[in-house]
C-alpha cells in the first residue's frame, strides 16, 4: 500500500451543518498549513497535538471557506500517523471545493476503507476491530449497535487471545512429547484441555449465529388473496401508514418493502401482491414477484379474512407447503365472524388480529420471534458480529479440534494431535489478521466508504 498522505470527505455527501475533510500520512500537516490562513501567527506545523483552529481555507489569495482545523500528531491518532481533520461548512460545493484544494496540494485520494486499513496496518487496531468499525457504521438496530461496540472494544479479541493462547500451551506440552519421548506427557491431562477450547469455540459459533440474525435481518412475507388485510397488517406491524389500503381487491400490483425492529432484531416485512389466477399482466406480474419474495423468506405471514367464509384460493393457500415457518393470521376479528374453523385444518400455528384496530397485533410479534428464534431473544452478550468468512473460519477452528479430541481419545501419537491443533492454531491466527493474505484485506475494507 502507498504510504503517501492521503484526504477524502468523510462525513456524507449532501446539505448539513458542518463537512469534514481528512487526512493522514507524513504530508498531513505540511499540506493543510499550506492551505491555512489565520490572524494568529503560529502555522499549523506547530501548533500541540490534539488542538482546534480557527481560520480559512484559501488557495493564493483566494479564499474557499471559513473553517475549524484539528490538528492530531502520531501516534495518538486513529491511523497512528498525522491527521489533520478540516471542518468546513456542509455542502457537496464546499466539501469538495476545501477536498481539491488539498489534493492540488500534495495528498491523493483515499481507498475506500483506507483509514481504516491504515490503521489495522500500524498496529492501532486488530482486523475484527476494524471490521467492527463497519458494523457500528451500519448498524440497524440498538442491539447490533451495542454487539459492534463491544467487538470494537476488542471483545471478540480477546476470546481469539484466549483461544491461541490456549492451544499454544497444549501444543508446547506435545512437542516435547514429540521432542523427547522420555520424557512422559500424559495425553489424558491434555484431553480436558482440548474439550475445554473445543467448547469455547462452539460458544463463540453459537454467538456468530445470533450475531448473523443482527447483522443480515430477517424477512417475513405477508401472503394471501387480495383484499385480506395485507397492507393493513404492514402498516400495523410498522405503526406507520407505508402500504395503500383500498377496498379495492389487487391494489397491491408489487411488493412492498419497509424495515423495522423486532425485539432488537431488524426485520424486513414484505406486503405482497394477491396471490390468485389473473389474465391482467400487470397483476400477473405482482403475483410472480410475490413468489419470489416467498422463496427468500425466513417467515410467512398467510393472511385469511374472518368476516368472510374461505375461498378456494384461500384453502389452497392453506394446504401449501411454504418452505418456511408460517403463521396463519386470522384478520378482521372486528368484524362479525363468519369463517369456520381452520386452525384444524392448517398445520401452522394461529395468529388472530384486528389490523385495522390495532388489535392482537403485539401477540402476533411475540409469535413471530418464538418461530424465528425460539422466543430467546439475542442479547448483547450472545450476538457476535460476524461475517460469513469469520464463521467459516470458526467453523474449521472448531472441526479441527474436535478432530483433535476424536484421536487423543483413540489413543493415537502426539504427533497426530498436534497437527489438527496447529490447524486449529493458524486458522485463529488468520481471524486475528495474522498471515492474511492481501486479497483478504483488500476485500474487508473495500466494503467501508471512501472517507472511513
Not at 502520531?74 to 497512528?80: C, D, E, K, L, S
Not at 489534493?103 to 487496531?125: D, I, Q, S, V, Y
Not at 411454504?322 to 381452520?342: M, Q, S
Amino acid at each position: 500500500m502507498d504510504d503517501g498522505t492521503i484526504a477524502a470527505i468523510s462525513t456524507p455527501i449532501g446539505e448539513g451543518g458542518i463537512g469534514i475533510v481528512r487526512l493522514t500520512g507524513p504530508d498531513a500537516i505540511d499540506i493543510a498549513a499550506g492551505l491555512f490562513r489565520s490572524t494568529r501567527a503560529t502555522s499549523l506545523r506547530a501548533v500541540p497535538t490534539h488542538t482546534l483552529h480557527y481560520g480559512r481555507i484559501a488557495v493564493e489569495d483566494r479564499t474557499i471557506d471559513e473553517v475549524l482545523v484539528s490538528v492530531m500528531r502520531a501516534p495518538r491518532t486513529y491511523t497512528r500517523e498525522d491527521v489533520v481533520e478540516i471542518n468546513c461548512h456542509g455542502g457537496v460545493v464546499a466539501t469538495r471545493a476545501v477536498l481539491d484544494a488539498v489534493l492540488a496540494g500534495g495528498a491523493r485520494l483515499a481507498e475506500r476503507g483506507e483509514f481504516t486499513k491504515r490503521a489495522f496496518l500500524n498496529g492501532r487496531l486488530s482486523l475484527d476491530q476494524a471490521k467492527a468499525v463497519l458494523d457500528v457504521v451500519q448498524a440497524r438496530t440498538v442491539l447490533g449497535l451495542e454487539a459492534a461496540v463491544d467487538r470494537l472494544g476488542g471483545r471478540f479479541s480477546t476470546a481469539l487471545e484466549e483461544v491461541r493462547g490456549g492451544l499454544a500451551e497444549i501444543l508446547a506440552d506435545l512437542e516435547v512429547e514429540i521432542d523427547y519421548p522420555d520424557l512422559d506427557v500424559e495425553i489424558e491431562a491434555v484431553l480436558p484441555r482440548i474439550d475445554a477450547l473445543s467448547q469455547r469455540v462452539d460458544v463463540i459459533l453459537a454467538q456468530s449465529e445470533q450475531g448473523r440474525i443482527i447483522r443480515e435481518g430477517l424477512t417475513i412475507s405477508i401472503v394471501g388473496r387480495p383484499n385480506v388485510g395485507k397492507s393493513t397488517l404492514l402498516n400495523a406491524l410498522l405503526a406507520e401508514d407505508r402500504a395503500i389500503v383500498t377496498p379495492i381487491p389487487g391494489t397491491t400490483r408489487d411488493t412492498v418493502e419497509e424495515e423495522a425492529s423486532l425485539g432488537g432484531i431488524p426485520v424486513r416485512f414484505v406486503d405482497t401482491a394477491g396471490l390468485r389466477e389473473t389474465i391482467d399482466p400487470v397483476e400477473a406480474e405482482g403475483v410472480a414477484r410475490t413468489e419470489r419474495a416467498i422463496d427468500r423468506s425466513d417467515l410467512v405471514l398467510c393472511l385469511v379474512d374472518r368476516s368472510e367464509p374461505l375461498t378456494e384460493e384461500d384453502r389452497a393457500l392453506l394446504g401449501r407447503d411454504w418452505g418456511v415457518p408460517a403463521i396463519l393470521v386470522v384478520n378482521k376479528t372486528d368484524l362479525p365472524n363468519r369463517l369456520e374453523d381452520v386452525s384444524l385444518d392448517a398445520q401452522i400455528e394461529r395468529a388472530d388480529v384486528s389490523a385495522m384496530e390495532g388489535e392482537g397485533i403485539e401477540e402476533l410479534q411475540e409469535a413471530i420471534l418464538q418461530r424465528l428464534v425460539g422466543g430467546e431473544l439475542p442479547t448483547r452478550n450472545s450476538v457476535l458480529l460476524l461475517d460469513a468468512w469469520e464463521r467459516d473460519l470458526i467453523r474449521r477452528a472448531a472441526e479441527s479440534l474436535r478432530r483433535a479430541g476424536e484421536t487423543a481419545r483413540a489413543g493415537h501419537s502426539p504427533d497426530m494431535i498436534a497437527e489438527d491443533l496447529r490447524i486449529a492454531y493458524r486458522t485463529a491466527g488468520e481471524l486475528q489478521g495474522i498471515d492474511v493474505s492481501e486479497s483478504i484485506l483488500d476485500a474487508v475494507f473495500a466494503k467501508f466508504c471512501v472517507g472511513k
